[in-house]
């Protein structure tokens, strides 16, 4: 597996007379983990669902390796073809299969890239399972996903997504409902995907996570970006703390 950069130029997403995002930019290298943090309401998901396609952009442009994607290609089959995945707030599997199925699915998620090499179905079971064991899911991998609890599904989606080799991937709050052993499963879990060459971008209020494996940090107020740079430099900055703790220095 590997990634590739991705850049956002100067994005902008208004709903009505709502600016949820505002002339956004930062660059995220091929093989690095950016953070995404800010209050509520700081338009952190709606940046997320920009860099997929959820939403299209009002303005600005979104690099991701050599594809420039304006106006016209804000799709998000364009966009997942490129090799971007994501995760979600709330987890989403399918309620029907159990948990090994449920992540094999993810293997559907590459078929549309050219460059993806065709894998038989010993070597995507073999994949699986060593997925599930790094996520500690081998003892439930027979178990219907749909009965698991909420951080545990969470674990689940994050698998089906690894499974389909993505190049960048956005993960939207992923240490929601985690114990604190799973958190730090998470982190390493994290790092590993890093060396393995893959782009992460995460959106999650867990400071001590993002602060903890990211290669740099982007804080968002009021669909703005206040400060970016290394994890000590923006705990540092005035603004960000004037963000989170209400209160000018």
């Not at 209020?205 to 669909?223: F, K, P, S, T």
Request: proline residues 3%; aromatic residues 4%.
């Amino acid at each position: 597996m590997s990634g590739c950069r991705l850049e956002a130029r100067a994005i902008s997403k208004s709903f009505g007379g709502v600016i949820a995002v505002d002339n956004v930019s930062f660059t995220a290298e091929a093989g690095s983990i950016t953070g995404i943090v800010g209050p509520n309401g700081a338009g952190k998901t709606t940046l997320f669902n920009l860099l997929t396609g959820v939403y299209a952009a009002d303005h600005g442009q979104l690099v991701i390796d050599d594809a420039t994607i304006g106006r016209s290609g804000w799709q998000p089959h364009k966009i997942a073809r490129l090799g971007v995945a994501r995760t979600f707030q709330s987890a989403r599997v399918f309620p029907n299969l159990n948990v090994f199925d449920n992540v094999l699915v993810g293997a559907q998620a590459g078929l549309g890239r050219s460059k993806q090499k065709h894998r038989s179905s010993a070597q995507l079971a073999t994949e699986v399972t060593a997925l599930l064991s790094a996520l500690d899911l081998s003892e439930r991998s027979r178990v219907a996903a749909s009965t698991l609890p909420a951080g545990s599904q969470k674990v689940v989606e994050l698998a089906r997504v690894l499974l389909g080799r993505p190049k960048v991937l956005l993960l939207d709050e992923p240490a929601s409902g985690l114990s604190e052993a799973e958190t730090t499963r998470l982190a390493d879990l994290l790092v590993a995907v890093r060396s393995l060459g893959i782009t992460v971008i995460i959106v999650d209020h867990n400071l001590r996570l993002v602060m903890g494996i990211c290669d740099q940090v982007v804080v968002m107020d009021a669909g703005r970006v206040i400060a970016s740079g290394d994890p000590a430099a923006v705990q540092a900055d005035p603004a960000v703390r004037a963000a989170y703790l209400g209160v000018a220095e």
